[in-house]
């Protein structure tokens, strides 16, 4: 039994709801509310709406030929929310943001603050956004690059074998990396050389396409000094190791054991291991995220002001939603500096 409605089966009025939210802008129209968003965003949101009508379908099929606003009531997305009882919390906080995320940018002047609150309730449900559970865990960038270079570098060296060198090398590398350009964990994992990432001598630059940014748009930056021969230490030595120990002929920056790429999945458990084994705390890759914003926050009300463009979040109140990649890289260097000092400190 299927347990959302596919786009092509949504009413006739929900389908140019869609239509108007995806279309791109053209010489007399703006652009839809989603017409950045990437395939994989817009497969979530989707998904999430076409449960909710797909619920109504079954339960109550008299509503489908009401309009999307009219047909949202609280009584109603109370008995879709409990006749979901049977997933986890999470999951239905999910669904039901989804939901309300494609009605709240169709009809952004409609008073959707009743429902925002049940939203916000399985939010505190589900964990999600609970500081509690990175309590402890959000170590300062200083500390993180410090670990990764040193793991890369000293650690690789007493390496028993020549194949734990190449491991600890690109091991402590990915850690230094993300301490200096905390990039989201998909665009860590889809790093390609010569597409992504750009090494000549002493230098390396990150220019994410639009497929590898949350927000569709390119970013660029690129990585400071320390990092980078860090970087260029596993590229010229790790790196060819693991590749030639699994006979594998790829553009991927990140090797697994094997010699294949490093996959998302994997990295997401890979880097954990590594960061408890050099801070004695697991650290997800998305947690760097975190500690650059708090590095940053405690640094200065000046440094805090460069959170956004370090984490490659949209500027606010630009239309475009776009990123002035020079501005971007000085950015960066900002950032160098700071975890320069506190390192030395």
């Not at 400071?224 to 693991?242: C, I, M, T, W």
Request: charge should be positive; aromatic fraction near 8%.
């Amino acid at each position: 039994m299927r347990v959302s409605m596919p786009l092509a089966d949504w009413p006739i009025l929900d389908q140019l709801m869609w239509s108007k939210l995806v279309v791109q802008a053209g010489p007399l129209d703006d652009s839809g509310a989603f017409a950045e968003l990437r395939e994989a965003s817009l497969d979530m949101y989707a998904e999430a709406y076409g449960r909710w009508l797909e619920w109504l379908r079954r339960s109550e099929p008299s509503a489908l030929v009401e309009a999307p606003t009219a047909r949202l009531t609280l009584p109603r997305m109370q008995a879709w929310l409990e006749a979901s009882s049977h997933l986890k919390v999470s999951s239905r906080f999910i669904f039901l943001r989804g939901m309300l995320r494609v009605l709240r940018a169709a009809y952004p002047d409609t008073d959707w603050s009743p429902y925002a609150r049940v939203a916000r309730y399985f939010e505190r449900k589900a964990g999600a956004g609970n500081r509690v559970r990175k309590s402890g865990r959000i170590l300062s960038s200083s500390v993180l690059l410090a670990a990764g270079i040193r793991h890369a570098t000293e650690d690789a060296e007493n390496a028993a074998t020549p194949f734990g060198r190449a491991q600890i090398q690109r091991d402590g590398a990915m850690v230094a990396f993300l301490a200096a350009l905390p990039l989201r964990h998909r665009a860590m994992a889809g790093l390609r050389l010569g597409h992504s990432v750009f090494a000549s001598e002493g230098l390396v630059t990150v220019s994410l396409p639009e497929d590898l940014t949350k927000t569709g748009v390119p970013w660029e930056a690129g990585l400071f000094p320390a990092a980078s021969e860090v970087l260029h230490l596993y590229l010229e030595q790790g790196r060819p190791a693991l590749m030639t120990r699994g006979r594998q002929h790829h553009d991927f920056l990140w090797v697994g054991n094997l010699g294949g790429p490093m996959g998302y999945s994997y990295m997401g458990k890979k880097i954990p291991e590594i960061t408890e084994r050099l801070t004695g705390v697991k650290i997800p890759p998305h947690f760097f995220r975190d500690a650059a914003a708090t590095t940053l926050a405690r640094a200065s009300p000046a440094a805090a002001k460069v959170i956004s463009p370090v984490l490659g979040h949209s500027a606010p109140g630009i239309a475009e939603r776009h990123y002035i990649q020079a501005g971007s890289i000085e950015v960066s260097r900002d950032f160098a500096r700071l975890l320069e000092t506190l390192k030395g400190k």
